[in-house]
């Protein structure tokens, strides 16, 4: 039986496991179902099948669960670790598997990690303009958080909490309107 209220899904373009990118989204999804209540999905690229992105089985088994989930979710919160300035290829792959119809209107968080601030405007640059074409709606706060923001498998900076926290409140212009339960304390 389905959960009430919105369907987040939570898409992590990283292969790594452990992964700074999908506990950044795993943490963006759990602050919005507090939020908002809900259901979230989560994934990333190494959920979608060892031979995802080779020729040999392009749309495996792995695949089809999770594009579903992307493709009907009320929000969408996409991260990718910065790779020589840009987001990943395997990243990009999932994403050109996509109808440039499917994802207009739909309210998206855009996030990106990396070992340093020097890849910090990826959001702006590479991320925002993607999305731009699908004609989503990505939120006004991008969150880029570098590995020092970072404690073992937990965001520990203040300052990148708090911008999380204000990007996932921006989802609630874009979802039926309904009382959002208060911020959690960031600590």
Same mark, same amino acid.
């Given at each position: 039986?389905?959960?009430? #209220? ?10 790594? $496991? ?16 507090? $939020?908002?209540? +809900? &259901? ?6 190494? *959920?979608? #099948?060892? *031979?995802?992105?080779?020729? !040999?089985? %392009?749309?495996?088994?792995?695949? $089809? ?8 979710? *009320?929000? /969408?919160?996409?991260? &990718?670790?910065?790779?020589? +300035?840009?987001? @990943? #290829? ?7 598997? /996509? ?13 990106? @990690?990396? +070992? ?11 991320? !925002? %303009?993607?999305? #731009?074409?699908?004609?989503?709606? @990505?939120?006004? @706060? ?16 203040? &300052?990148?909490?708090? !911008?999380? *926290? !204000? ?14 339960? %208060?911020? $959690?304390?960031?600590?």
């Amino acid at each position: 039986m389905p959960v009430p #209220g919105p369907r987040f899904v939570a898409f992590a373009g990283s292969w790594s $496991r452990p992964s700074k990118t999908r506990l950044l989204v795993a943490e963006a999804a759990d602050r919005a179902v507090a $939020r908002f209540g +809900g &259901s979230a999905h989560v994934f990333d690229i190494g *959920d979608l #099948g060892a *031979d995802f992105g080779t020729l !040999r089985q %392009p749309h495996g088994s792995g695949l $089809r669960p999770h594009l579903d989930a992307f493709l009907q979710a *009320d929000a /969408l919160i996409v991260a &990718s670790p910065v790779h020589k +300035g840009s987001y @990943t #290829g395997l990243f990009k792959h999932f994403i050109d598997l /996509l109808d440039p119809a499917a994802l207009a209107g739909k309210p998206v968080l855009l996030a990106a @990690t990396g +070992g340093g601030d020097r890849h910090a405007l990826v959001i702006e640059h590479q991320l !925002r %303009p993607v999305f #731009g074409f699908f004609e989503a709606h @990505t939120l006004a @706060t991008g969150l880029y958080v570098s590995s020092s923001d970072f404690d073992g498998e937990a965001l520990a900076s203040g &300052s990148a909490s708090q !911008r999380l *926290d !204000r990007a996932v409140a921006q989802f609630a212009a874009h979802l039926p309107s309904r009382q959002a339960a %208060p911020l $959690r304390a960031a600590g």
